[in-house]
């Protein structure tokens, strides 16, 4: 089933005045510059440097509370567990438990990290199609709260896995609904041809056999369509589907408990707005209310990415032909997702000089030796000197989890703002690059 999505991407593209105005915790102060959650970012790359991932915590908080309310307002109380792949910094991880959030993990690594930063592991959910009998076995050992199976392989090696430790894992079946979420092929996973869940027509008897096997208690149904994703209507068919299913579970005499909805709510890259959380949270009450089980949502991009910004600085200005590049000191080692999936993200000066200056077309690039280590294309900025200061938007999701080393780059530092700004990552030295490695006798 393919679902269209509503495009409101425009041809104009907005003026750094709509961009700033779209988003509350920045402001463009006549002195001080850009600041985000009141704090000038100046004086963070004043004491950091650059390229420096920055943080608000209020940001992340108010996102939360919203989600929250969207949901109460409907009369619904899902759980929520945090996507950590999105962003798993302890930090952050440690400010969402503290707001109430368990975490959804897809490996050793991940739910580790979620029990570090102290969230209980019954408040953790494991998701992923290729957990490995290591992954597994820490998990059961550390009392995780649920597993999200994925194909039949999986239930048997897990079955076999709890039975020989004597546990009982509580589990649910991923459903593939076959549903095109209208998003990037390559953030889609819910059509029948993505590698995710169990196909919809293979879950009952998969199911019936699951209540048979040791060491298993199969208490409901999961299902993720895609990420980024701007309308209720992929949702709602999505779980349409799934609301069957249970009532042809219970009808055969199962017991379910338990529905999973995934994540994949979009923010707004441009001056767009995000996904309607009053109209995704009834479209949800509408779906699931006459089914009577617990609900768990997992988002990860909504609460995350606008809760960041890189902060990077120019190197210099060059032309070549008819184009004017601007090339920064962060790249795509820092920030991969516009090389990776072509994807936006808005650009905004520091400087208030030179935010008021007029603007020329720019394409903004990093060092890197790739012709796709380019952030955007096509831009409208003021003329830039070297050194003068950037933000690049909404990266607090999959944007520092996703760097790398690449050109023997070191990773950048990271600064959260909570009252004040605090740095919880430093920069990485270039001898870091090398301290684990060996060469051989």
Same mark, same amino acid.
């Given at each position: 089933m393919s679902i269209p999505q509503t495009n409101f991407l425009v041809d104009a593209e907005p003026s750094l005045a709509d961009l700033l105005a779209a988003r509350p915790a920045l402001n463009m102060h006549a002195q001080d510059g850009l600041c985000f959650e009141n704090i000038p970012l100046n004086a963070i790359a004043d004491a950091h440097g650059t390229p420096v991932w920055v943080y608000g915590a209020a940001t992340f908080r108010a996102r939360y509370a919203a989600l929250k309310t969207a949901f109460t307002e409907a009369g619904l109380a899902p759980k929520i567990h945090y996507a950590v792949k999105a962003n798993d910094h302890l930090a952050i991880l440690s400010l969402l438990r503290q707001q109430g959030a368990g975490a959804d993990v897809v490996s050793q690594g991940e739910f580790l990290r979620a029990l570090k930063a102290g969230i209980d592991p019954k408040d953790v959910v494991f998701s992923g199609v290729g957990k490995t009998g290591t992954e597994l076995r820490a998990a059961l050992a550390a009392g995780i709260g649920q597993i999200n199976v994925e194909s039949p392989a999986e239930l048997a090696l897990l079955s076999a896995i709890a039975a020989g430790m004597d546990k009982t894992a509580g589990i649910v079946l991923r459903m593939n609904p076959d549903v095109d979420a209208g998003t990037h092929a390559k953030i889609t996973t819910g059509r029948a041809d993505n590698k995710f869940g169990i196909a919809a027509h293979e879950i009952p008897a998969l199911y019936v056999h699951a209540a048979t096997l040791p060491g298993v208690n199969p208490v409901g149904l999961a299902l993720h369509i895609g990420s980024q994703i701007l309308t209720p209507a992929p949702f709602a068919a999505a779980y349409a589907k799934a609301a069957a299913l249970i009532a042809q579970l219970r009808a055969a005499g199962q017991t379910v408990t338990t529905l999973d909805l995934g994540g994949g709510l979009g923010i707004g890259y441009r001056d767009e707005p995000g996904i309607s959380l009053p109209a995704f949270a009834h479209m949800i009450r509408r779906e699931t209310a006459d089914l009577g089980v617990t609900l768990i949502l997992e988002p990860g991009r909504y609460l995350a990415a606008p809760a960041g910004l890189l902060l990077t600085s120019v190197i210099l200005e060059k032309t070549g032909g008819a184009k004017r590049f601007c090339v920064l000191d962060a790249a795509m080692n820092d920030l991969i997702r516009p090389a990776m999936y072509d994807s936006y993200h808005a650009i905004l000066p520091v400087s208030p000089v030179d935010f008021q200056n007029p603007a020329t077309q720019a394409d903004i690039v990093g060092p890197v030796c790739e012709t796709g280590d380019t952030? !955007? +294309?096509?831009?409208? @900025?003021?003329?830039?000197?070297? *050194? =003068?200061?950037? !933000?690049?938007? &909404?990266? *607090? =999701?999959? /944007? =520092? #989890?996703?760097?790398?080393?690449?050109? !023997? $780059?070191? $990773?950048?530092?990271? #600064?959260?703002? &909570? /009252?004040?700004?605090?740095?919880?990552?430093? $920069?990485? +030295?270039?001898? &870091? @690059?090398?301290?684990?490695? $060996?060469?051989? /006798?």
């Open positions: 952030f !955007a +294309t096509n831009r409208a @900025l003021p003329p830039l000197k070297p *050194g =003068a200061r950037l !933000a690049i938007l &909404d990266c *607090g =999701a999959y /944007g =520092a #989890v996703m760097s790398s080393t690449y050109n !023997a $780059r070191p $990773r950048a530092a990271a #600064v959260l703002i &909570d /009252g004040m700004p605090k740095l919880i990552t430093p $920069r990485q +030295t270039i001898e &870091d @690059l090398w301290s684990s490695e $060996r060469i051989p /006798g």
